[in-house]
């Protein structure tokens, strides 16, 4: 679908969502137990109170209507969670609001250590303006015997309610995983996000989704100058292209894309074209998108790479970065199948921010130039699995990780991965990595022993050099063997300015590199321990 930028609003038709949805309001009596007041009504705009914003619900007969409507193509794999009620209120209120909670199922087709354990995952979303304190309500259609909220260094403390209800506070935005009974095998992410971004609803190019509404977008063409408007409440299934240059672009809302109508592919060209924002098919591997934003989405099941339109390393010897400028903000992500990287920020002067990535693959990789990633909470899966992965696609000067919490490693090869594997030279400087929390970490096998950090260059590849790799506040949950190994250092050039300042393993602070069981070869000198 072609989008006429410049010339008119542009309004997606839909399946829209009956105006009323019946739910009910609940408020806790004088001895803290549950009782249902009355009978509310609830439109398709959003219940907003003193800074408290909760989305329409959308009902099993809305999306029943859409599938019905849409045979050859209904919604899949994102249903309403039969597992978790979530209500929250401002903690100055006696009355609590549900939020909707969806699920999605593990559905992918990987096999082995590429497919994640987990059975499903439920999320839900609501907004508020930090500072205003909000209680938050579970209920599980099974008894409650625990609650672990992650990130646990933020700690965030639940109380039992009753047999089935678990309670806690934030008076920040938050982004949590929440383990109950002690089952990570189904988790509840609860999203607490900052407010909706501004929505450009009248911009020359817009093209609006309502709230309340579902709707299919398979391989939507996104010119430059378009303004996707995607509110809280809205649901868009498909996939979106996003040609080579495509600059001044803007995806806004806190509604969700999902891809599972969209197949999984490890070879061929449907690896590009399925993508979350993909690249146009006559420039798959080198694209490039400028001065693109995305914020406030929740993006599931992805197909494949999520932003594989950013990649465009491109010119002599792939040195040439033709994305840039680009934002990634306030963005929630839940996938499934292998090779979901959920975050290419190729190219130069790029920024990730206040994000939650629960994908398969590498979280970030190829060549980026002056760019920044903090305030990330990931749980990663195998296939790959590392924080940053930085190879042969071109060179790669100051990127700054801070702030990143781990929340948990499936089947993950090593946290920090730079290798050579295409007979190219490359140079890697000044990359820091600072305020790391991992807080779980699986070695289920002697391929994948989830190591820390490793460089190297296989026999007969490339080469690079590295220069001011700087690692400050990294807490790692344990310490691997001496035979496993924390890391490799094998590279066929110089390694200089490689320093770690307060590195731990399992509560112990490492002085060498050799006692962090991190070998190296004569190619690595001068790091520096404090």
Same mark, same amino acid.
């Given at each position: 679908?072609k989008i006429?930028t410049?010339k008119?609003v542009?309004?997606v038709?839909?399946?829209?969502?009956?105006v009323?949805?019946?739910?009910?309001?609940?408020?806790?009596?004088?001895g803290?137990?549950?009782?249902k007041?009355?009978?509310?009504e609830?439109?398709?705009?959003?219940a907003?109170a003193?800074?408290?914003?909760?989305?329409?619900?959308?009902s099993?007969?809305?999306?029943?209507?859409?599938n019905?409507a849409?045979?050859?193509?209904?919604?899949?794999h994102?249903?309403i969670s039969?597992d978790?009620r979530?209500?929250?209120?401002?903690?100055?209120?006696?009355?609590?609001?549900?939020?909707?909670v969806?699920?999605?199922?593990?559905?992918?087709?990987?096999?082995?250590s590429?497919?994640?354990?987990?059975n499903?995952?439920?999320?839900?979303?609501f907004?508020?303006?930090s500072?205003?304190?909000?209680?938050?309500? =579970?209920?599980?259609?099974?008894?409650l015997?625990?609650?672990v909220?992650?990130?646990?260094?933020l700690?965030?403390?639940?109380?039992k =309610?009753?047999t089935?209800?678990?309670?806690?506070?934030i008076?920040?935005?938050?982004?949590l995983?929440?383990?109950?009974?002690?089952?990570?095998?189904n988790p509840l992410f609860?999203f607490?996000?900052?407010?909706?971004?501004?929505?450009?609803?009248?911009?020359?190019?817009a093209?609006?989704?309502?709230?309340g509404?579902i709707?299919?977008?398979d391989h939507? =063409?996104?010119?430059s100058?378009?303004r996707?408007?995607i509110?809280?409440?809205a649901?868009v299934?498909?996939?979106? =292209?996003?040609?080579?240059?495509?600059?001044?672009v803007?995806?806004?809302?806190?509604?969700?894309i999902?891809?599972?109508n969209?197949?999984?592919s490890?070879?061929?060209d449907?690896?590009w074209?399925?993508?979350?924002?993909?690249?146009d098919?006559?420039h798959?591997?080198?694209n490039g998108?400028?001065n693109?934003?995305?914020?406030g989405l929740?993006i599931v099941?992805?197909?494949?790479?999520?932003?594989?339109?950013?990649?465009?390393?491109e010119?002599?010897n792939?040195?040439?970065h033709?994305?840039?400028?680009n934002?990634?903000?306030?963005?929630?992500q839940?996938h499934?199948n292998?090779?979901?990287?959920?975050m290419?920020?190729?190219g130069?002067y790029?920024t990730?921010?206040?994000?939650?990535?629960?994908a398969n693959?590498?979280v970030?990789s190829?060549?980026s130039?002056?760019?920044?990633?903090t305030?990330l909470v990931?749980?990663?899966?195998?296939?790959g699995?590392h924080l940053?992965?930085?190879?042969?696609?071109?060179?790669?000067?100051?990127i700054?990780y801070d702030?990143?919490?781990?929340?948990?490693q499936?089947?993950?090869?090593?946290t920090?991965?730079?290798?050579?594997?295409q007979?190219?030279?490359r140079?890697f400087?000044?990359?820091t990595i600072k305020?790391?929390?991992?807080?779980e970490?699986?070695?289920?096998?002697s391929?994948?022993?989830?190591?820390?950090?490793?460089?190297?260059?296989?026999?007969?590849?490339g080469?690079?050099?590295?220069?001011?790799?700087?690692?400050?506040?990294?807490r790692?949950?344990?310490?691997n063997?001496a035979a496993?190994g924390?890391?490799?250092?094998a590279?066929?050039?110089?390694v200089?300015?490689?320093?770690?300042?307060?590195?731990?393993?399992?509560?112990?602070?490492?002085?060498?590199?050799?006692?962090?069981?991190?070998s190296?070869?004569?190619?690595?000198t001068?790091?520096v321990?404090?």
């Amino acid at each position: 679908m072609k989008i006429n930028t410049f010339k008119k609003v542009f309004y997606v038709t839909t399946i829209l969502v009956a105006v009323f949805t019946s739910c009910e309001k609940f408020e806790e009596n004088e001895g803290g137990e549950v009782e249902k007041i009355s009978s509310v009504e609830k439109s398709a705009v959003l219940a907003s109170a003193g800074g408290l914003t909760v989305p329409p619900i959308i009902s099993q007969t809305t999306i029943n209507n859409f599938n019905t409507a849409n045979s050859s193509n209904p919604l899949k794999h994102l249903t309403i969670s039969n597992d978790y009620r979530v209500e929250v209120k401002l903690s100055t209120s006696n009355v609590y609001q549900e939020v909707q909670v969806f699920k999605t199922d593990n559905y992918a087709i990987a096999k082995g250590s590429d497919r994640r354990p987990q059975n499903s995952a439920s999320f839900a979303n609501f907004s508020f303006t930090s500072g205003n304190t909000i209680d938050i309500r =579970v209920t599980g259609i099974q008894p409650l015997t625990g609650c672990v909220i992650r990130p646990r260094r933020l700690g965030i403390t639940s109380t039992k =309610v009753n047999t089935y209800q678990y309670s806690f506070r934030i008076n920040t935005n938050q982004k949590l995983s929440l383990d109950m009974n002690g089952n990570r095998l189904n988790p509840l992410f609860i999203f607490g996000n900052p407010p909706e971004p501004t929505l450009e609803t009248s911009a020359a190019g817009a093209i609006n989704f309502a709230p309340g509404t579902i709707t299919n977008v398979d391989h939507m =063409v996104i010119n430059s100058g378009a303004r996707i408007n995607i509110p809280a409440g809205a649901i868009v299934q498909g996939n979106f =292209v996003l040609p080579k240059g495509a600059n001044n672009v803007k995806f806004l809302g806190h509604g969700i894309i999902t891809s599972g109508n969209l197949n999984f592919s490890s070879t061929g060209d449907i690896k590009w074209d399925n993508s979350t924002f993909a690249p146009d098919p006559g420039h798959r591997a080198w694209n490039g998108v400028n001065n693109v934003s995305w914020e406030g989405l929740t993006i599931v099941n992805a197909a494949q790479w999520v932003f594989a339109c950013t990649y465009g390393n491109e010119g002599t010897n792939n040195e040439t970065h033709s994305s840039h400028h680009n934002t990634f903000r306030d963005l929630k992500q839940v996938h499934w199948n292998p090779e979901t990287d959920p975050m290419w920020f190729d190219g130069d002067y790029n920024t990730v921010n206040d994000c939650f990535f629960f994908a398969n693959d590498d979280v970030t990789s190829h060549g980026s130039n002056n760019c920044t990633l903090t305030n990330l909470v990931i749980w990663q899966g195998g296939n790959g699995g590392h924080l940053l992965l930085l190879d042969n696609w071109s060179s790669s000067n100051t990127i700054t990780y801070d702030n990143i919490d781990l929340i948990g490693q499936d089947n993950v090869m090593e946290t920090v991965l730079l290798k050579a594997t295409q007979p190219l030279n490359r140079t890697f400087n000044n990359i820091t990595i600072k305020n790391l929390f991992v807080e779980e970490r699986t070695a289920p096998s002697s391929y994948w022993k989830n190591r820390f950090f490793s460089l190297y260059a296989p026999t007969g590849t490339g080469k690079y050099s590295v220069s001011n790799f700087l690692f400050n506040n990294i807490r790692l949950p344990n310490q691997n063997s001496a035979a496993d190994g924390e890391g490799i250092l094998a590279p066929a050039l110089s390694v200089t300015g490689l320093k770690f300042t307060n590195l731990y393993m399992g509560g112990t602070k490492m002085m060498s590199l050799s006692g962090a069981h991190i070998s190296k070869n004569g190619n690595v000198t001068g790091e520096v321990f404090q």
